[in-house]
């Protein structure tokens, strides 16, 4: 099994930046992509971003128009979220997950096997 805990979500005005961070322990081993996922009150669950862990080919949603970077630290098994320049829109609460290999393009849910529990970003 793999485990994931995220951390650095909080409260942030409109314009600001915040990092999130999640650390993976457990099997990391059979994890080749991760990703990041938000899901904002009476919203379904939706992709933000992923990235391939062997060569760090990422994609992200369109709507994020360039406002935001993710990166892994292969060395101690953690995966980032740059996030700039946020707006409101932006609140939700921010979910890492992983999975064994990656689907063509961004995913779903369904595409990724293990969790986090999930930090909350508040953007005012």
């Known amino acids: 099994h793999v485990q994931l805990v995220e951390s650095g979500g909080g409260l942030v005005q409109a314009g600001g930046s915040l990092r999130l961070s999640c650390a993976a322990s457990?099997?990391?081993?059979?994890?080749?992509?991760m990703g990041w996922f938000r899901q904002a009150p009476g919203k379904e669950r939706e992709g933000v971003a992923r990235i391939y862990a062997r060569d760090g080919d990422s994609y992200y949603a369109s709507s994020e128009n360039g406002r935001f970077t993710i990166s892994k630290d292969n060395a101690k098994n953690t995966l980032n979220l740059q996030m700039d320049n946020l707006i409101p829109e932006d609140t939700a609460m921010y979910y890492c997950a992983a999975n064994s290999f990656c689907v063509r393009r961004l995913g779903g849910p369904r595409d990724f096997a293990y969790w986090g529990q999930g930090t909350q970003v508040t953007v005012s």
């Open positions: 457990g099997q990391t081993y059979m994890i080749e992509c």
